[in-house]
Structures are given as structure tokens and as C-alpha cells.
């Protein structure tokens, strides 16, 4: 069973608008948490990373939530553009992992003119 | 650009033949990630590397295998392909294990 489940798994929003991604994880001991932006047929882009700590961060239009007591996480996406269509996977790193991530599928975002 | 590239971008094998995939990490960094990344799926780690040692291993089978060498850049070989190994193979590099990891644009592999 795959420890970090996002949703939905596909969305379409219309330009200008907001949305906001899901991510629940069973990953533990919990490190950090991070959200990749993937264009089609590229390799992911970081947008944001938190520790336990950190509740909150702030990339542009993407600001991410995590509440580690839930082991849930958000990405909202503010006044989405044409260039945010592209598939956002969030990450979550065991304390013990040495490097061993554990990737949800992603939700597929949209935008549309 | 994250400065990570990967060789080459596209490649067609038959079932049984053998590949090796290369990746050269970004400068000065001293770990390298392997990843699978089915169509619709997110990656699934396989292997990483860090200063030429094997850090850890995913669910693979031994028929993947992989390489670093002392300038830290990486090979992945496959071994006696099979259809299910189909799929964009991603590698990542970071300045340590924990940090960051920075993916190149992935090498599209498709086994026939």
C-alpha cells in the first residue's frame, strides 16, 4: 500500500482561479514533506519543502500546509495560469530513509483558458 | 534548469536485451537517485548512490544495477528487459543524501 495518497487524482480549473491539492501520508518517522511540480515528459521541479516544524510555506502562488499531528499536507495553487498545468507530487521523507522518498502519483491540474 | 542531465532521451529495446542509462548530476553534488516512473504513477525509488557507494535500494529486482564514478555521475543498467520496465527513468542528484534532490528530464524507455 503506497504511504502518501493524493487527491484528487485529476482536476481542470479555469484560468485565474484557485484550487487546492491533497496529500494524506502513513510515512514514519516523519522527516519532511515536499511538493514537485512535473511537466509533462520532464523531471520534477521542488516547490516547497517542510520539516515537522513548519506548517506553512510560501513559494509565489504556491503555499503549502502540513499538519504532521494529521499527517495531511495541501498545496494551493493562487490565480492559476495556463502554466501551471502540469502534475504535482507530493513527497514524504522518513526520518530513517537515508534518502528513500516515497512519491504519491500526483494530481494532474489543468488550467483552462 | 536544474543542471542534471540525462543520456539519452529516448530509447527502444526488445524484451531480454540489455540497457544502460547515464546521468550527470549537477555540480558539486555527491549523491545520485534512480527512479521508475510508470506512465500515470509517481516515481518509485530503485537505488542511490553517495561518493560511489550504494545508499539504499527500492523493490527491484537484481538485474538493476547501477554505477558512480569518482566525477559522480551515475549509470543505471537493465538486465534481460521486460515489458514492464516501460517507463521514464528519472535520476536526481543532491549535495548530501538528505538534501533536495534535483531531477534531470528523464530518459523515456519503452521495451517492445
Known amino acids: 500500500k503506497n504511504q502518501v495518497e493524493q487527491s484528487p487524482q485529476s482536476l481542470i480549473i479555469l484560468e485565474g482561479k484557485n484550487c487546492t491539492l491533497q496529500?494524506?501520508?502513513?510515512?514514519?518517522?516523519?522527516?519532511?514533506l515536499r511538493w514537485y511540480k512535473q511537466d509533462t515528459g520532464r523531471g520534477p521541479v521542488s516547490l516547497t519543502i517542510m520539516t515537522f516544524s513548519e506548517n506553512t510555506k510560501s513559494n509565489g502562488r504556491y503555499t503549502a500546509t502540513l499538519d504532521a499531528d494529521t499527517k495531511q499536507s495541501s498545496l494551493h495553487i493562487t490565480a492559476s495560469q495556463l502554466s501551471d498545468s502540469a502534475s504535482y507530487i507530493c513527497v514524504v521523507s522518513a526520518d530513517d530513509s537515508w534518502g528513500k522518498l516515497q512519491f504519491g502519483a500526483g494530481t494532474q491540474v489543468v488550467v483552462t483558458p | 534548469e536544474t543542471g542534471v542531465t540525462q543520456s539519452p532521451t529516448h530509447l527502444i529495446k526488445t524484451r531480454g536485451q540489455q540497457v544502460t542509462l547515464r546521468c550527470s548530476s549537477q555540480s558539486g553534488h555527491n549523491t545520485v537517485s534512480w527512479y521508475q516512473q510508470a506512465l500515470g504513477q509517481g516515481p518509485q525509488f530503485i537505488f542511490q548512490y553517495y561518493r560511489e557507494e550504494e545508499n539504499g535500494r527500492g523493490n527491484f529486482p537484481p538485474r538493476f544495477s547501477g554505477l558512480q564514478f569518482p566525477n559522480y555521475s551515475s549509470e543505471l543498467n537493465v538486465n534481460a528487459l521486460e515489458l514492464d520496465d516501460s517507463a521514464l527513468y528519472l535520476c536526481?542528484?543532491?549535495?548530501?543524501?538528505?538534501?533536495?534532490?534535483?531531477f534531470g528530464p528523464g530518459t523515456r524507455l519503452t521495451v517492445l
Open positions: 536526481a542528484s543532491s549535495l548530501k543524501f538528505e538534501d533536495t534532490q534535483y
Open positions: 496529500c494524506n501520508y502513513t510515512v514514519s518517522p516523519f522527516s519532511n
